[in-house]
């Protein structure tokens, strides 16, 4: 039986299959994406980096909940100028690694991106729901993203995708601006604001109270934001949000995305990657279908 081909072309570069590991999982050291290319992610994304270090919020900073995660954990890293050598070990594992950068406005953008030059792609993190000053404080404002991107695209050699938030009234918006600005790609999307509270002593569980949710609750919304957005633009749609089996995959990539990111699954198996790919293939096969077929099929239907 002939094997079936999942490479796919993403704003220049060349995935042997459509998974990503997202930002913020595993991503903090060199060695961490290494092994998770071995693990059968066909790119991978880093820990979001700032301008200087940053410890992050207080723990608890993480809470598993029945339908997902809530994580407020502050954006903590080393800063660019101490992560360079661990774009060198990532990039040892033979896929491209795109590094996910965060700052307060456009001149901090340009500095981690000329600071980071080597990295396969930029994603900017316009989209963190818990972080102050950064991430959605400025990812909700369309004409500060069209400005951020705009910037970053002139400090980078690299395709620049802007990763967006679901905490806005119309995504379509945010994400028309960032094309505006010239963004190669949008991502869509990043966790949902989000609380628990601990019912015996009145208290909110995590450091931050609040923070931001994800897995399978996020995902109908993921999907959903992905539709209007694969609809309004001209330029790839990598969608995440709850994809932990091939079925998730397939969804998203019927609403749209050329690509999709896997973070919270990878809590329960690194091996989701090779899960989902392998499933995805057996779909296809199963349809004689290739993956440019099923890409935004969902919207071939409509009407039909």
């Known amino acids: 039986m002939t ?4 490479s796919i072309e993403l704003t220049g570069l060349a995935l042997e299959n459509p998974t990503i590991l997202a930002a913020g999982v595993l991503g903090t050291t ?3 994406l290494k092994r998770m290319a071995n693990s059968g992610a066909g790119a991978v994304v880093t820990k979001s980096i700032g301008i200087e270090p940053k410890p992050g919020h207080p723990n608890p900073t993480m809470f598993k909940l029945e339908c997902g995660f809530l994580n407020a954990m502050g954006l903590p890293n080393p800063a660019y100028k101490e992560f360079r050598g661990e774009l060198d070990i990532a990039k040892e ?4 690694v795109i590094a996910s950068v965060f700052g307060a406005h456009p001149d901090e953008f340009s500095e981690i991106i000329a600071g980071l030059d080597g990295a396969d792609a930029y994603e900017l993190n316009v989209s963190c729901p818990h972080a102050i000053g950064y991430g959605a404080v ?4 369309p004409v500060l993203v069209e400005e951020i991107t705009r910037a970053a695209k002139r400090a980078a050699s690299a395709p620049v995708w802007v990763k967006l938030t679901p905490n806005v009234t119309d995504i379509v918006e945010i994400g028309m601006a960032a094309r505006k600005g010239g963004a190669d790609a949008v991502v869509a999307v990043n966790t949902i604001r989000g609380m628990a509270i601990d019912i015996h002593s009145g208290y909110p569980i995590l450091g931050n109270r609040f923070g931001g949710l994800s897995g399978a609750a996020i995902h109908p919304v993921a999907v959903k934001c992905v539709y209007d957005l694969y609809q309004a633009l001209d330029i790839p749609v990598i969608g995440v949000g709850g994809i932990s089996k ?6 998203m990539m019927m609403a749209g995305a050329r690509a ?3 973070g919270s699954a990878v809590y329960d198996s690194i091996n989701v990657f090779d899960d989902v790919t392998a499933g995805l293939a057996r779909y296809l096969a199963s349809h004689s279908m290739v993956l440019d077929d099923i890409i935004g099929l ?3 239907k409509v009407g039909l």
Do not use: C, N
Not at 3 to 6: E, F, G, I, N, Q
Not at 93 to 96: H, L, R, S
Not at 246 to 251: G, N, R, S
């Open 298 to 300: 969902a919207h071939r």
């Open 138 to 141: 400025v990812g909700t404002d």
């Open 3 to 6: 094997k079936t081909d999942l």
């Open 93 to 96: 594992g033979g896929v491209p």
């Open 246 to 251: 091939w079925q998730d995959a397939v969804e």
């Open 260 to 262: 999709v990111q896997i």
């Open 30 to 32: 060199g060695s961490s």
